[in-house]
């Protein structure tokens, strides 16, 4: 098929679980490749069962399956960068591994999760194990919050000084880079360790229930970023500043934990969505 000499779009991968309510995985970050003017292709991981109030249940995908679309998807050769997000089984990190050997140049950046808010397993023993002892060392950068710093080095992850420890521990253990977001300390801090240099980013702390799928929307507008050939401190910088705008302009669409605001960029004054049934029209005169 012939298409016309458009410039070609810079193309992003999302690796990660399927949240039907729109606040995380695959379609937070569809959203947020749109917003940062990437195309977004993905593979997904898991179904989840959830809503803005927690997760039900966990689905995994096929390991087979998600192997077969991510060597279809990169087969294309237009992707720029991937993110990973929820990985739900270890077959289906070992497919991830196996798939970031194939492409050693490909930026990747790794959201490390393994536990919703509400506390649901979003990713098995073995496969937690296999991505802190076998991905770390295959990415560009990892995006752990505090839960997830201190589960994967065993410290204590608590403060600015955990979150430094932390980063530089994570190295040791393999990671390139490594980013560890304290959204939920009484400061915004994130912390970034390349292996030489430590840097903190503080920034403003809006809106605190606003916060359902922050760790996927930071990691794919890392990503993103990343695409566009921006440098990791860089892409950190501006990841920030759109999940801080995200977060305030979020708006209700359900009882639960409020998802970000990812379109807030291609909206002017975003109105509430109204969630009460339709007015009753009245009966026409007789």
Not at 85 to 104: D, F, W
Request: net charge negative; with cysteine; glycine share 8%.
């Amino acid at each position: 098929m012939n298409h016309p000499p458009n410039t070609p779009a810079t193309v992003a991968l999302a690796i990660a679980g399927f949240d039907p309510s729109g606040g995380a995985g695959v379609l937070a970050d569809m959203k947020t490749f749109a917003a940062h003017n990437c195309y977004g292709v993905a593979a997904v991981t898991a179904l989840t069962v959830q809503n803005t109030q927690g997760v039900s249940s966990v689905h995994p995908t096929d390991a087979r399956v998600l192997k077969e679309t991510l060597v279809s998807l990169l087969a294309d050769g237009r992707i720029k960068a991937v993110k990973i997000g929820m990985l739900a089984n270890r077959e289906n990190a070992e497919a991830v591994r196996e798939t970031l050997e194939a492409n050693p140049s490909l930026p990747a950046v790794l959201d490390p999760v393994f536990r919703s808010a509400t506390g649901m397993d979003l990713l098995d023993r073995p496969g937690f194990e296999y991505l802190r002892d076998h991905l770390l060392g295959r990415v560009t950068v990892v995006t752990p919050n505090l839960a997830e710093a201190a589960a994967l080095t065993g410290l204590k992850v608590e403060n600015q000084e955990g979150m430094k420890a932390a980063a530089k521990k994570l190295v040791e253990m393999g990671a390139r880079a490594v980013v560890v977001t304290g959204g939920h300390l009484d400061k915004a801090v994130d912390v970034l360790f390349d292996g030489q240099e430590l840097e903190c980013f503080v920034g403003e702390h809006v809106k605190p229930d606003n916060t359902h799928g922050t760790g996927c929307t930071f990691s794919s507008a890392i990503a993103s970023n990343l695409a566009h050939g921006r440098q990791l401190s860089d892409a950190v910088v501006l990841a920030k500043a759109f999940v801080t705008e995200a977060i305030r302009k979020a708006y209700a669409v359900g009882p639960g934990r409020l998802p970000l605001n990812h379109l807030h960029r291609m909206q002017h004054n975003p109105r509430p969505i109204d969630l009460s049934p339709p007015a009753q029209e009245p009966e026409p005169a007789p």
